[in-house]
T-cell receptor, first 112, second 112 residues
């Protein structure tokens, strides 16, 4: 079945540092989504990408849809303590309309 | 803000008992997903509906799990009989096909 490989699995950084995480797939996707999950809550959508090569920002977050349509990355600039949480990538392929597959998540910890 | 409402928030039940989880999707959303989250498996897609019709439930153990949408304002996930390995957080998400999805806060199920 389809799989998403998300890396790194966890990160422990200093406040103010930039963060980068990525997802790769063996399949082509037509949509990439990035979510953040806080403890005890459901994932919250951060950025949605719909076209290959698309680069989209949301405040300090920037995400890109890879040209090959098999990868995406998320950057967080100037991290702050409230960025702590688990970040998930999710992809949707044209062959499974609407079916969303999630990566395993990147756990981010920020040291003040 | 519109939100996906899930009930109950927490459920503790004995093995063998029936469990029903409910989800009220955001009004106007035509796609509803059920996911299960565990530490080991991450976010697993169990089933999803488009315009109340089931599209894919291949991720769901058919012998004990069932998912329905009796109307546009209610989705249910039922486990009968429940087993300890069903202990997890179950999320419902809704959205419009082709776009990002909004998650509920989840139902934390513990089967003892």
């Amino acid at each position: 079945g389809q799989q998403l490989n998300q890396s790194p699995q966890s990160m422990f950084i200093q406040e103010g540092e930039d963060v980068s995480m990525n997802c790769t797939s063996s399949s082509i996707f037509n949509t990439w989504l990035w979510y953040k999950q806080d403890p005890g809550e459901g994932p919250v959508l951060l950025i949605a990408l719909y076209k290959a090569g698309e680069l989209t920002s949301n405040g300090r977050l920037t995400a890109q849809f890879g040209i090959t349509r098999k990868d995406s990355f998320l950057n967080i600039s100037a991290s702050i303590p409230s960025d702590v949480g688990i970040y998930f990538c999710a992809g949707r392929s044209s062959g499974n309309t609407g079916k969303l597959i999630f990566g395993q998540g990147t756990t981010l910890q920020v040291k003040p | 803000d519109a939100r996906v409402t899930q009930t109950p928030r927490d459920k503790v039940t004995e093995m063998g008992q029936e469990v029903t989880m409910r989800c009220q999707p955001i009004l106007g959303h035509n796609t509803v997903f059920w996911y299960r989250q565990t530490m080991m498996q991450g976010l697993e897609l169990l089933a999803y509906f488009r315009n109340r019709a089931p599209l894919d439930d291949s991720g769901m153990p058919k012998d004990r799990f069932s998912a329905e949408m009796p109307d546009a304002t209610l989705a249910t996930l039922k486990i009968q009989p429940s087993e300890p390995r069903d202990s997890a957080v179950y999320f419902c998400a809704s959205g419009l096909s082709g776009y990002g999805y909004t998650f509920g806060s989840g139902t934390r199920l513990t089967v003892v």
